[in-house]
């Protein structure tokens, strides 16, 4: 869940804001918050609130390794079955 919008004119707030990437602007309090619980996206126009480059990179790097592994686990696989059945 995001946090609450507070439909307040942010331009004459006390408070800090920050302009998103996508050019919303948001309190940075509750941008902060937004990223500590995983949350990347505005929750306006739902667009990435950062560069996202290096998480995609490391989430591809990381499927990589999960089909290096079952492809090798499918072949260990085979090899154990042919052994049963005498190939």
């Not at 998103?20 to 949350?39: D, F, L, Y």
């Not at 990381?62 to 059945?85: M, P, Q, T």
């Amino acid at each position: 869940m995001y946090p609450p919008l507070h439909f307040q004119y942010l331009f004459d707030s006390q408070k800090e804001t920050t302009v998103m990437k996508c050019g919303h602007t948001m309190r940075s309090q509750c941008c902060n918050e937004m990223i500590s619980r995983n949350k990347f996206s505005c929750p306006i126009c739902s667009k990435s609130v950062m560069d996202m480059s290096m998480i995609w990179r490391r989430l591809d790097e990381e499927a990589s390794l999960v089909n290096h592994f079952y492809l090798r686990c499918k072949r260990i696989h085979r090899e154990v079955v042919a052994s049963k059945i005498g190939f």
